[in-house]
């Protein structure tokens, strides 16, 4: 007797890893532009596209867009400013985690406090109420 398919929620969305294997085949630290952009949603889909498909893969991905003026990857600076023509530009690279490491750890040091995202710290009522906010409950997992 055949097994069922996999179930819907275990399925990987995997509509950017055209861009992720085009980086990859780049080199590493190389940035590719890509511009043209109709809306910034597409633009945020796009940018998280990258991200998890890079994960999918194994390599560590940055994306970085215009605010005010100056390139930035901060996303509470999202949206990205809108180019002259109508369209937003995201500009992407990737690398290997080894690298992508050393490098955070050369920029941020050591201390986990000053880093901009600390993975071990608790859990705060902004963090719970974000989680709330996304249909999720107090320890961030999806209730639907």
Request: with cysteine; charged share 30%.
């Amino acid at each position: 007797m055949p097994k069922a398919p996999p179930a819907p929620w275990t399925t990987r969305d995997c509509r950017f890893d055209y861009l992720v294997r085009a980086a990859v085949a780049e080199g590493a630290g190389e940035e590719i532009t890509m511009s043209g952009i109709d809306t910034p949603e597409r633009a945020e889909d796009v940018r998280r596209g990258v991200y998890r498909c890079a994960g999918h893969r194994g390599v560590s991905a940055w994306v970085k867009w215009r605010h005010s003026g100056q390139w930035t990857t901060v996303t509470r600076m999202w949206p990205p400013d809108k180019q002259p023509d109508g369209t937003y530009t995201l500009v992407f690279a990737v690398v290997d985690k080894r690298t992508a490491r050393r490098r955070h750890l050369a920029i941020y040091g050591a201390d986990r406090t000053r880093w901009p995202y600390n993975p071990r710290r608790p859990k705060s009522a902004e963090d719970i109420a974000a989680w709330k906010a996304q249909g999720r409950n107090e320890k961030g997992h999806r209730t639907t």
